[in-house]
């Protein structure tokens, strides 16, 4: 069973930054994929960023050139780095891993306020 837990977040003016941390653990296996998804009010949950062991990204073209992703393996760490955030990304983020089966964090809510 993998854990996740979520830090950062909160609420942000349009055209600021916010960084989100995500730690992991209770994996037995080595974890390959890690990132991001994102659920607004009344919308389905969707793909934000994700990063392998390796350091391969895909990001929604929505945040490209915007968001960073990035990891530690040794610490299973997963962060996102938000910049020029619009009011549009306004949602609760959550953590996400692939190890035998997919894992969720609890969640933290990003603001941005126009």
């Known amino acids: 069973q993998v854990q996740l837990v979520e830090s950062g977040g909160g609420l942000v003016q349009a055209g600021g930054s916010l960084s989100l941390s995500c730690a992991a653990s209770?994996?037995?296996?080595?974890?390959?994929?890690m990132g991001w998804y994102r659920q607004a009010p009344g919308k389905q949950r969707e793909l934000v960023a994700l990063?392998?062991?390796?350091?391969?990204?895909n990001y929604a073209d929505s945040v490209k050139g915007r968001f960073t992703i990035s990891r530690d393996n040794a610490k299973n760490m997963v962060y996102l780095q938000m910049t020029s955030l619009r009011p549009e990304d306004t949602a609760v983020y959550y953590c996400?891993?692939?190890?035998?089966?997919?894992?969720w964090g609890q969640g933290t809510q990003v603001t941005v306020s126009a």
């Open positions: 209770g994996s037995r296996f080595s974890i390959n994929t």
């Open positions: 996400y891993t692939y190890v035998r089966g997919e894992y």
């Open positions: 990063i392998t062991r390796g350091g391969s990204t």
